[in-house]
């Protein structure tokens, strides 16, 4: 019964923490023609320049670790945006209200909101290639988000969002 408490409780918190991530690409190109990547050189990525930072160091050694080199005159291209914004809670409380007589009802119920408002990051990762000119590859994740994280914890969490934004590159 223990065993099963605590496997409920870790897959609650591992759900709400976890990022969601959508994927888009061009279902004609060949993906393993690329082989080398570089950031545009004018990046506006709307992170911090420390979480900028965090986020490249994250997404190179991932890369590194597919098989990709950085390069000056790359294949591809990669440009990051990011945005924080506020989502309203999912959790309510539902009160309701209701009566009858002489077989006719009635009832009236409303949703109360739960808990403040929860912030989200939405980060943007587009792939273009470099002599095409041409989107080929975007993933967007959302994913909680904390001001009052540590260093540590903000690089923790990036790294997370990385390896799950490119645990479906390359797309099959």
Known sequence: MRILFFSVVLLVLTSCGSARVNYDYDDQTD?????????????ETGLSELDEKRLMDAMDATL????????EEPDMFIN???????????????????GGNGGIGGGVSIGIPVG???MTRELQIDFVDSNKDMLIWQAVSESP???????QEKSEKLQAVVDKI???YPPE
């Open 116 to 118: 403040g408002p929860k």
């Open 80 to 98: 990051i945006k990011s945005t924080v914004f506020k989502a309203q809670s999912a959790n309510n409380v539902g009160v309701g209200l209701g």
């Open 145 to 151: 988000f904390r001001e009052g994280d540590t260093p």
């Open 166 to 168: 490119f645990s479906k």
């Open 31 to 43: 993906f393993t023609s690329y082989a080398t990547y570089n950031y545009f050189g004018d990046m």
């Open 64 to 71: 590194g670790e597919k098989g990709f080199m950085f390069a």
